[in-house]
């Protein structure tokens, strides 16, 4: 079973920032996709950030301007650059991995921007 691996969650106070990343193992195949979602309590799961393996991003208009993709192909993960943190920001992070053989979905990290 593929197994996606998040890290980079946590506390942080307005204005901060945070980077998370997340993992797929060298076995997962060619990665065409990768994007980054977050949920809420109460709240659908919703978009916030993608990457295409010829690294076109594409991002909610909630985040242009303070979050940044990329990715390392090289190890196989790709991060998320959250910058000027909200406390709407707040969430669980997911991170989506596409490739041939499937769809996978990370375990989720969480965000907290609170003073």
């Known amino acids: 079973q593929v197994q996606l691996v998040e890290s980079g969650g946590g506390l942080v106070q307005p204005g901060g920032s945070l980077r998370l990343s997340c993992a797929a193992p060298g076995s997962i195949g060619s990665i065409y996709y990768t994007g980054w979602y977050r949920q809420a309590p109460g709240n659908e799961r919703e978009f916030v950030a993608e990457i295409n393996r010829g690294g076109t991003t594409n991002y909610a208009p909630s985040v242009v301007g303070r979050f940044t993709i990329s990715k390392d192909n090289a190890k196989n993960t790709v991060y998320l650059q959250m910058n000027s943190l909200k406390p709407e920001d707040t969430a669980v992070y997911y991170c989506?991995?596409?490739?041939?053989?499937?769809?996978?979905w990370g375990q989720g990290t969480q965000v907290t921007v609170s003073s």
């Open positions: 989506n991995v596409r490739t041939l053989g499937g769809a996978y």
